[in-house]
């Protein structure tokens, strides 16, 4: 080691060593795992606040943009467009069954700027020109709601026999700009209801209800729930087209369908393949049970609070026809209505507390599950093929 050669060959080979260990790895390692600054995950930014959406193609899938509830009977300013309601009808019903409810919608215009339109599904010009493949009433009155829509930024289309029970609210209190169209079940068989809905003029919802109306053409021919029955799975195909077994399934139920107590199998079906999603951006909302604008009378004896709006089922021309106590004390004289609660007869105790309709719908609520048909309580993944005629491709297209 004392030779100068031999410890200069030494200290070369160490330092040969070191540089090759710093090439070869660390200087690799350094390379070969440096982190992509690009690809670290961060949190997206807030989105834009948007106080009103002016392009209906875009949507915000984040809260809900909130209309200011009525008070005191005041106005009912426009913030999301011009809404008109929607009423169509054939005379023969008109003149016999809705005199109550179609005079508490006429007080309640007197006190908003909402436009309404009555469209008589027989001598209409319009539906006419554009419904008039259309022979069944309830088919029908979508089409003529599709042709009317363009006339207007959102439509509420209402049963003539739905009535104005609180006139303290806004029709806009219920539209989610997020959506298109605006549904609710009804409370006693969780069906998607056919009658009320909220729509917005966009090609989306022109669509749905246009092809709704053709319906008619190839629905079945069994007992099938007429245009109820269709709107269940035409939601189902709109909202989840992939869901091809699924749909099938249902769709089966429903043709072999017999009777009301078979058919809710086939409402069951469509409601278990939606799951519990209630809202999808860009398309359908559907409001759970009495949140909706309206429910159905009879659940509670026609009494009402302070945040209902309408009820429904109200074919009687006359209060107290064989023995139904409305809202109201007599038929309303609408020509004392304006923008206070004048002309509004009340009986005193159908204007109840909402605890008091809670606990009422609560009790409803245990009675229609303890009833609802024991052909209803179907579970379709138990009884009909999941897999078994897709496999192998069953997800392929999604």
Known sequence: ??????????????????????????????????????????????????????????????????????????????????????????????????????????????????????????????????????KQLFFKKHCAASAYLRDTDWMLVLDADTGIANPNHCIEEWIDTRVDIIFYERFFNWEIASGNYLVRNTQFAYNFLSDWGKWEFHQ???????????????????????AKQEIKNCDAIWHNSTNYNSYMGYVTCCKLALGAKRL??????????????????????????????????????????????????????????????DGWDYREYKNATCESIRLSLSAFEKSSGRNYPAMGRVLPYLMFPDIGDCFPTCDDEE
């Open 220 to 242: 079945p021919q069994n007992w099938n729930g007429a245009d109820n029955g269709v709107l269940q799975i035409h939601i189902l195909q709109t909202l989840l087209p992939h």
């Open 1 to 134: 080691m004392r030779n100068p050669t031999t410890l200069g060959i030494l200290i070369l080979i160490c330092v040969i060593i070191f540089l090759f260990y710093f090439k070869f790895s660390t200087y690799d390692v350094e390379v070969t795992y440096r982190p992509d600054n690009s690809e670290i995950i961060r949190a997206p930014p807030p989105p834009p606040i948007i106080e009103k959406i002016q392009n209906p193609k875009f949507f915000l899938p984040g809260k809900r943009e909130f209309y200011p509830r009525r008070e005191n009977m005041g106005d009912c300013p426009p913030l999301f467009g011009k809404v008109t309601i929607f009423v169509a009808y054939v005379a023969s019903s008109m003149v016999g069954h809705y005199k109550v409810a179609q005079e508490s919608l006429q007080c309640y215009l007197k006190s908003v700027n909402y436009e309404v339109l009555m469209i008589d599904l027989d001598s209409d010009e319009r539906v006419k020109k554009e419904c008039s493949n259309n």
């Open 280 to 341: 999808w951006p860009g398309q359908i909302r559907i409001y759970r049970r009495a949140h909706g604008w309206v429910r159905d009378g009879f659940l509670t004896t026609d009494r009402f609070c302070e945040r209902d709006f309408m009820l429904h089922g109200w074919k009687n021309n006359e209060v107290g026809f064989k023995g139904w106590e409305s809202p109201f004390k007599k038929n309303l004289n609408v020509s004392l209505c304006g923008k206070n609660l």
